[in-house]
Structure formats: C-alpha cells, structure tokens
C-alpha cells in the first residue's frame, strides 16, 4: 500500500526497500510490546487503564504506517533523493516508537514502571539502522532527556501519575529514588549502545568480509567457467586461421577492448600468421606492413613478458608499431605466446580511448594465451600430419597410377613391337626356305619389306624411350634463348621431303620483332617436328600448313593449323594422352604407336607452357601451345647502368620498362605517358599491344580522364570495370579489350 501511495505521489523507491523493511519491523514491536503488556497485565495482576494503552498502540500503528506513506508522498512532490526520504523516514519512526514507549511508561508507573526497560528497543533498532554513532548518541540522549522531563512532570504533578500496582506506590516522589533511576536507566542503556555498536561493527565486518569472499568465489566460478568454455572451443578447432580468429574476439570480451589482434611469426621474425578482430575485413592486410614484426612485438618477443601501455602515444616502441597506427589504439596490452624456449607470437588487446586494463581479465588473457601454445602446438602437429598423410595418399595413388601405367605400356609396348616383329619374322623365314632358289625373285622385295619394317621398329623403340626420358627428368632441360623464326626454318629444311612428297605448302606468319623465347633447342625443334609432321600426315596433297606466332605478356604463343581431316569432338581431350590413336581408317592405315604428341604436351609442360588442339572434322586442325618468352627484367638491369646518361638509348629502356611491365601484371595493353607542360597535356611515348593510330592520336589533358585525374592528384587508380565506374566518367573505348584498369 505505501508502495502505490508512493508512486501516486511521484516518488519512485527504485531498489531501496529499506524503509518498508523499518516499517514492517515496527509494527512486528508494536505487536509485541501490545502483547507483553497485558499478558503481563493478566499474570502478574497490573492495574491500569486497557482502554488509554490500547489508544496508545493504535496511534502509533497508525502514525508509523500513515506517517511511511505521507513522508513518501511529500518526498515525490518534493523532489527529494532517496538518501533524503530515507533518514526522514527513519527518524519519524525513531520518533514515534519512542514516543509509545514513553507513553506506556507514563501509563504504568513513570520511573518506577515495571516496563521502563523497553525504551533498550528503539535504541537497539536506531543503533542497527543508523550508519552513525553520533546518531545513536543522539537518540540515547533524547530518551534520558525525555525520561527525565517525563519523571519530573509527575513529580511536580504537572501532570498525571498512573499506578500499575495494586497497592499505593509513591517512590516517583523520592527525588532520591527518581535521580537513581535515571542514572540505572543511563547505564544500562549506554551498555547496551555501546555492546550493540561493538557487535554491529564487528558484524557488519564479518558480513562484508563473507561478502567479498562470496564475490571472489563466484568471479573465480564465473572465470573457471570461461575459461572451461573457452578451452572446449581450443580443443575443438583444428586450424590455425580459425583458432586466432575464436582467441582474437574471446581477448576482446575479457579485457573489454573493443580491438583485437593475434600475429605468429617464425624465428627469423617473419609474420607466418595474422588475424585483427575490431577493424573492416578489407583493412586487416594493411596492418602486417611489410611481413615483418614491429618494434614492440620484437621487445615482447625478446623480453618473453606482458606489456601494458595506458597511452600508445608516450610509449616509443608502441608508436612504431604499425598494427596501432592503423587501427588509431590509444592504449594496448600486449601478452607473449611463449612456449618456454621460444616466443611464437603476441597477442594484443586494444582500445581507441586511453584506459586503465580490469587485473581480472588481464589474468584471464594471460591464462587463455597459455592455453593458445598448447593449441597452437596441437594445430600445427595436426596440419602436419595431415599434410603427410595427403601426401602419402597421393603417393600411393600415383604408385597405383604407375602401376597401371606400367601394365598398360608393357601391353602397348607388346603389341606395337609384335607387329613389325611379326613381319619381318614371317619374311625371314620364307627368305630361309628360297635361299638356294635361283628362280625366286622376290627376294629383294622382301628384304626391303624387312628393312622398312625394322626402321619401323627402330622408330617405335626411339619413341618410347624419348617418353620415359623426358617423362621421368632424365633428360634434363638446357634452356637458351631461341628464336622462333630460326627453329622453324631449320625444322622446315628438315621436313622438305615430306611436304613436296605431297606437295604441301608451309607458310610461316611470324612477326620480325617477336621476342626470344628461353627453352631448349632440341626440345623445341622435337616439338615442331611432331606437329608439322602430324599436319603433313593427316593432310590432303596440294594443302597449305600455317605457323603463326604472336607474343602475349608474358609468353610467346605458336599456332600449327592444317587443312587436314580433322578430329573428332570425342577425340580432342584424349588427343595427348599416350598410346592414344584416333579410330578412323586414316589412322588405321598409318604408322605410330600414339606417343607423338605426348611427348609433345611433356616438352610443353616441363618449359611450363599450355597446349590445346582446336579441331573440326574434314576441315583442320590447329596446335596453339605457348613458350615462356625471354624475361626483359635482366635487359632492363642491364640497361640502367650506361642509358642514365644517354639519351640515345632512352627510347629503348622505355620500351623494356614497358615490356616488363606487361610481363609482370599479364596485362595485355600497357601505355607509358608523358606530360608536355606547355599545353598541360598527356601524350604516350612508349606503348605495348595499341595500334600506331592510337598512340600517335591519343591526347589527354591533366584532370580530365583517368590518366588526366591521376596526373593532378599524383595517386594511383584501379578500377575494376570501366563501363560502371562512378568515381570518373570514362566511357570504354573501342580499342580497349578488357574492362579492368590500372593507372599509376
């Protein structure tokens, strides 16, 4: 009821209930004063007006319960603090609970009542409620004082002096007996002050002392709990990545950072691994630098201790460290991961604000980094061993592979060497049968069918092992830079028969300055020689065979195109595989055992080149493979130490800067440009893959375009699609083939 009285009134009591709880008690010694007084009345047989004591009890049960309520009305409509409202409150029931003791004094005899000693129980409860001795002492003077005047009214008769005893009893006359009592009341009541405060005291120590410790105790489970949790997670997570990034966002929860950040690096201090929590998934690269650790980190590493620096700013070390520059930490603590011989990383935990770091989480981050080795250790054991057994896996499986490899070469083997074998077998014994037959003239036919099937044989035997060598490294490569122009003319001397036996014609479309390649000679030519040989096979007499070339970024793509028969959709991803031969009745007619253009795809592959076959039967087929150009870097070296002052050779050292260019970012179009001053414009001096047009028309002025933005604000811009670029409006232009720009 006080409670809702006290919100009509506008005040709210929050959590402090400590009045109610006053309240509710004096009331409970209201009862209990009620009772005692007429039990003892009926026992002990004392004579006094029931009907003034039972007015008395009302008056204040009424006073203590209205009072509560209207001092917590007055307090909303005033406005007052709970602190306030409180001692109010306690005060006025201080007040009345004396005031009814008095009374039933008064009502029972004065200084000689038989209940003088109950005025021990408001002090007793203003000595516990009251955060002051001199409260205490207050209120034990107050009741002598009022004991005294009350004693002295009914002695000078100035008011009315009640006998609770069935006989006459006029003691509360004897000034002597008057003064003794008081001074009996008086030390009682101080002992008991003075007993009461002494306890309360030393109790109110004890609790606060079990408090603490119940405090501690559930921190402690609360931390045990965490950290129970924290180590489930640990244990549970397998990879490295995964387990930084589970630690990273547990530190920031711990410590109450809102930045964290976790790098493992390797003996010579470079950065192995990294994860930064707080900060854009598209920033957290900036943060490593260069891929080594920063001043700090080493200083942790070196001392194998804890850091916490309260401002990044006064601390040298921290302002070289890059990981806070980025992330704009104000103040950091910094934790080892140490393994006890070595440390393998540091974990940082960060704020934006200059703060002071809670002791608790720092212990419970040092205990959770502790813990981080041991899964770190466990992680890496596990990755290991993981990566050993991929890779026993993938041994066994390529044992398998060879094994069947082995099966099917000795089967294709067999049978490719049982043909020409059976041949010349077959001839050699119907030879031996005619030698003495004078009148058999078919011998020399039949040694030319021998002699052309054991070059057939010796053929085969070559192929074989120009496979295995060149499958299985034993033919090492001996790279040179070659020219491709000079390969193919040497290969066409060498197949010149071949073509005029069918009257083919080999046409060679090669670029005068196409670049060297670097590859090896004999290699290369084999290379050639397979496929030119291969078009002049399945080629119709009177044909054209076509060998282009072109240069692309990085290396120098060929192209053998024929007017053949062609291969069938079906054929062209086996086309390359070993013993494989494609069925049609050209192939059937035709020698070969299929190792052609394996070895051909072994040679492109060992140079780290890619080859293809586009085909379409009864049309042609075309070879595009590709040959790693000669790298332009060691010209470009060589040029910087004589052209810084020849200007003669300027030109040239752009052309290679280019080139090098091109070669390193696989670009396809690359343009150097120049600004003349005097009309603030841009020009291209030096370009790669642009038509001459371009280059001699393009002008752009600083500022406008993407080149013109780039030469006013000196910043580099990379954008990814031109037709939906928003920062500058720059249409695609017809001589563009790509979408992605870089300009620098």
């Known amino acids: 009821m006080n409670g809702l009285l006290a919100k009509s009134c506008g005040f709210d009591m929050g959590s402090n209930t400590s009045p109610l709880n006053a309240l509710r008690l004096r009331m409970i010694e209201l009862l209990a004063f009620f009772v005692i007084v007429f039990v003892a009345k009926e026992i002990a047989g004392f004579v006094y007006d029931s009907s003034r004591i039972l ?174 949790d924290i180590s489930l997670g640990i244990n549970a997570v397998m990879t490295v990545e995964t387990l930084l990034k589970m630690v990273a966002k547990e530190a920031t929860l711990m410590v109450g950072g809102p930045w964290s950040s976790i790098v493992l690096f390797n003996p010579k201090q470079d950065i192995t691994h990294s994860v930064t929590v707080g900060v854009p998934q598209d920033r957290q690269n900036t943060f490593v630098g260069n891929g080594t650790v920063g001043a700090l980190t080493k200083w942790i590493a070196g001392q194998k201790k804890p850091v916490v620096i309260e401002d990044v700013r006064s601390n040298k070390l921290a302002v070289e460290e890059r990981l806070f520059e980025a992330a704009n930490i104000s103040s950091v603590v910094g934790i080892p991961l140490n393994t006890g011989q070595k440390v393998i990383g540091v974990v940082y935990v960060g704020d934006i604000a200059k703060r002071t770091f809670d002791a608790g989480g720092l212990r419970l981050l040092s205990i959770m980094c502790d813990q981080l080795v041991i899964a770190i250790a466990k992680s ?220 051909v795809k072994n040679i492109i592959d060992r140079h780290g080149g890619t080859i293809h076959v586009e085909s379409m039967e009864a049309v042609g087929s075309k070879f595009v493979f590709s040959l790693p150009k000669e790298h332009c870097m060691n010209d470009l070296l060589g040029y910087l130490s004589d052209v810084i002052s020849s200007k003669s050779e300027l030109h040239e050292m752009l052309n290679l800067i280019v080139r090098m260019i091109a070669e390193l970012v696989s670009a396809k179009m690359i343009s150097l440009m120049l600004l003349d001053r005097t009309r603030s414009e841009l020009f291209i001096k030096v370009s790669y893959g642009l038509d001459e047009w371009i280059v001699e028309q393009a002008r752009v002025r600083v500022g406008e375009g993407i080149a013109g933005k780039v030469a006013e604000t000196g910043r580099p811009l990379l954008i990814d699609n031109i037709e939906n670029n928003k920062v500058h409006s720059a249409p695609n232009k017809v001589q563009y083939e790509t979408l992605s720009l870089l300009s620098a």
């Open 380 to 599: 890496t054991l596990y990755e290991s061993l993981h990566r050993k057994i991929e890779r026993y896996e993938t041994k066994i499986d390529e044992l398998e592979n060879v094994n069947q490899l082995k099966l099917e070469y000795v089967s294709h083997v067999s049978h490719e060497l049982r043909t020409p074998l059976t041949s010349i077998k077959a001839y050699v014994e119907t030879l031996e049968e005619h030698t003495d037959d004078p009148n058999f003239k078919e011998s020399k036919v039949f040694l030319g069918i021998v002699l052309k099937e054991t070059e057939r044989l010796i053929r085969i035997v070559n192929d074989i092992l120009d496979v295995s060598n060149i499958e299985f490294g034993e033919r090492p490569l001996e790279k040179k830079t070659l020219s491709i122009p000079e390969i193919v003319s040497e290969v066409s001397s060498l197949l010149r028969p071949k073509l005029e036996s069918k009257n083919i014609k080999l046409k060679v479309a090669i670029p005068e300055e196409l670049p060297r390649v670097d590859a090896d000679r004999d290699l290369t030519s084999q290379v050639f020689i397979n496929l030119i040989s291969n078009a002049v096979k399945y080629s119709p007499e009177g044909t054209t065979i076509t060998v282009r070339a072109k240069e692309e970024p990085v290396n120098i793509e060929i192209a053998i195109e024929d007017e053949g028969i062609g291969i069938p959709q079906a054929a062209v991803d086996k086309i390359f595989d070993r013993y494989y031969r494609v069925k049609s009745e050209k192939s059937r007619i035709d020698e070969g055992v299929g190792l052609g253009l394996a070895i």
């Open 55 to 228: 007015l008395l009890f009302l008056g204040a049960a009424v006073l203590q319960g209205g009072g509560q309520a209207l001092w917590l009305c007055a307090a909303g409509r005033l406005k007052w603090p709970s602190g306030k409202i409180n001692n109010v409150m306690m005060w006025s029931s201080s007040i009345v609970d004396l005031a009814t003791v008095l009374g039933i004094v008064h009502l029972t005899g004065g200084v000689g009542s038989p209940f003088l000693l109950l005025l021990v129980i408001p002090l007793f409860f203003v000595s516990h409620m009251s955060s002051g001795r001199t409260a205490s002492v207050i209120y034990l003077a107050g009741t002598i004082v009022s004991a005294s005047v009350l004693g002295y009214l009914e002695m000078r008769e100035i008011i009315s002096h009640y006998n609770c005893y069935p006989f006459d009893n006029d003691v509360y006359l004897n000034p002597h007996f008057y003064v003794g009592s008081l001074l009996v009341l008086t030390g009682f009541l101080g002992l008991i002050l003075f007993l009461s405060t002494a306890f309360q005291y030393r109790f109110v120590d004890s609790v606060n002392m079990l408090r603490e410790k119940d405090k501690e105790s559930k921190d402690k489970i609360q931390e045990l709990s965490k950290l129970y």
